[in-house]
């Protein structure tokens, strides 16, 4: 990564804007489009088609819920390099008619053979981040039928039915997913995993952008899940197919694995920032880490501090380091650990840890805090009955692990990496433990009713993103569109929960639009600030307008992502 020096700081001034941002936001002008504003229903996912499939089936009389996994199943078929069946999946449910809020951790579990002294006796340091030793039991069906169940009134054969016929017809591949699958896919066919270019390949070579992609495979699986249910996927063939491909490539994920698999009904938490109750779902993900985020930045005024300014990015940076320094201690699987969920989100630990903070300059020694016993996809959908869904879905670094079963038309995880090799540590592997995951959804409530459903995409980046969303919106006045427009930041380089010690200062990374003057200040700080590499973020929306009864929607314009109503 190159560092920013004063001869290359004019680059941030090339951006041209279109933007109708209105001054009283911030002062800085980018590139921006409209909210989208339905009375009856709203999608906004990462992929214009799948927006389209969400919408067809409210209007059939299906539910948000009944939407979202449409619309997931599609993206499994149109973005693999997000999503798909191999992975897991979060979901936060505001159901209206119990006014009430349902979170759902469909994660999977390391395999029950697999033992950590098998990593030990061969000397690895962690685990790899593909083939078959990071894979751990895909729970995205899993997950939609536990939401179906609960919240769905369509057939699921209704439901997975566009997917299918996408998926046997072909669809356009759009630039942006041609883009990383030609990143991926030829790096996989080198490393020699079977079954990769049968799949993912038009003639040998990934697709390019405008060709028609088709997947029998995948088709085939979905009609199998669509009329024998979870245990379609998780009994019978293609828990068979799974287990015994993955047994032919050197891993450990069994039939008993897959066939004992069951998603958790969770309970959302929650911190109140400036009268907004913002709510994430508790470990074995990293949400509650834009709850601590936000619990620090409430205590600085920032109608005084202007947005994109050096001490808006300096007090963001500095709180994302100690909360990263929790997260590394702390989050894991709450069956396996006793993470002190109310201790990290509690106002008082806010109190403690913003007194570390030193507002002229960088630290590059943050602790942890002492607690005694201590690329992906996102989607949101709302219908016209007033049940709104928060869904993130990923397989893991891309594409996922590399391991395609054969006949099945897609990739299995690679989460398991995330695991740490070191023992003792909350996040240490053991057989049956759901790794520590990066993705979340989020959801916004004011005075007990709805007020947004979102969600950012980008690993390690996304407790960040939620607090800059939520301090966009409610810091710096901006809508839902200009909210996700802006321009972010993105620091790395602290500690993560697979054992790596502190990084230092790490590096902030800027998108363009952010002035010289702060950039300088920034340095003056001790900061090392950086290019944004490439495109990290995915952002999308829906907000619920209690007094006109509406939908307010964005998506990503960094992307290829749409928000549609009706």
Not at 79 to 87: A, N, V
Not at 349 to 364: D, P, V, W
Not at 387 to 410: D, E, W
Request: contains cysteine; hydrophobic residues 40%.
């Amino acid at each position: 990564m190159k560092l920013i020096t004063r001869s290359l700081c004019f680059i941030f001034f090339l951006t041209t804007s279109l933007s109708q941002a209105q001054d009283r936001i911030t002062g800085y002008n980018f590139a921006t489009r409209s909210e989208v504003i339905a009375q009856n229903g709203i999608a906004a996912t990462s992929h214009p088609l799948a927006t389209q499939v969400a919408l067809d089936v409210l209007k059939k009389g299906g539910t948000a819920i009944d939407a979202a996994i449409a619309a997931n199943a599609t993206l499994g078929l149109m973005e693999p390099t997000g999503s798909g069946i191999g992975g897991d999946l979060f979901a936060i449910v505001w159901d209206a008619k119990t006014k009430q809020l349902y979170g759902l951790n469909a994660s999977g579990r390391s395999p029950k053979a697999l033992k950590l002294a098998y990593f030990t006796q061969k000397g690895m340091k962690k685990i790899p981040s593909h083939g078959p030793l990071p894979v751990s039991v895909p729970g995205a069906v899993d997950g939609w039928f536990s939401l179906h169940k609960k919240f769905g009134k369509l057939k699921m054969t209704q439901i997975l039915k566009p997917a299918i016929q996408y998926a046997e017809q072909g669809f356009p591949v759009t630039e942006l997913i041609s883009y990383y699958m030609n990143r991926s896919i030829p790096f996989f066919m080198r490393k020699g995993f079977p079954n990769v270019k049968e799949t993912y390949t038009i003639n040998g070579k990934a697709p390019q952008k405008g060709q028609i992609f088709k997947n029998p495979g995948l088709a085939n699986t979905y009609k199998i899940i669509a009329n024998k249910g979870r245990d379609g996927f998780y009994k019978g063939k293609v828990a068979k197919t799974i287990a015994d491909f993955i047994k032919s490539q050197g891993g450990f994920l069994s039939y008993e694995d897959l066939a004992n698999h069951q998603s958790e009904w969770v309970k959302p938490v929650s911190t109140n920032y400036r009268g907004y109750d913002v709510w994430e779902l508790p470990p074995n993900g990293q949400g509650i880490a834009a709850l601590q985020m936000l619990n620090i930045l409430e205590g600085y005024d920032f109608s005084k501090i202007p947005f994109g300014s050096a001490e808006h990015i300096h007090l963001v940076t500095e709180a994302k380091k100690l909360v990263f320094e929790d997260r590394a201690k702390y989050y894991a699987d709450m069956q396996f650990s006793q993470v002190p969920v109310d201790k990290l989100i509690s106002k008082a630990y806010a109190n403690e840890r913003r007194k570390l903070i030193n507002h002229k300059r960088a630290s590059a020694n943050f602790q942890a805090g002492a607690i005694s016993k201590g690329e992906t996809i996102y989607m949101t959908v709302a219908d016209k009955d007033g049940n709104m869904i928060s869904l993130i879905q990923s397989n893991y670094r891309g594409m996922g692990s590399g391991m395609v079963p054969p006949g099945l038309g897609f990739m299995l995880q690679d989460r398991g990496e995330l695991f740490s090799l070191v023992k003792g540590q909350a996040n240490t592997y053991a057989p049956g433990k759901r790794p520590f995951h990066t993705i979340i959804p989020a959801f916004v409530t004011k005075n007990g009713q709805p007020f947004m459903s979102f969600g950012v995409m980008g690993g390690d980046f996304q407790p960040q993103g939620h607090t800059q969303i939520i301090m966009n919106m409610i810091d710096f006045g901006m809508n839902l569109q200009e909210a996700g427009d802006a321009p972010r930041m993105d620091h790395t380089g602290s500690a993560t929960p697979t054992g790596f010690p502190n990084q230092g200062a790490g590096l902030i990374r800027l998108e363009s639009g952010i002035s010289y003057q702060t950039i300088r200040e920034l340095m003056a700080k001790g900061h090392k600030v950086g290019f944004a590499r490439g495109i990290y973020g995915g952002y999308q929306a829906i907000m619920y307008d209690a007094k006109n009864k509406v939908y307010y929607g964005a998506s990503e314009s960094r992307k290829d992502g749409m928000a549609a109503g009706y």
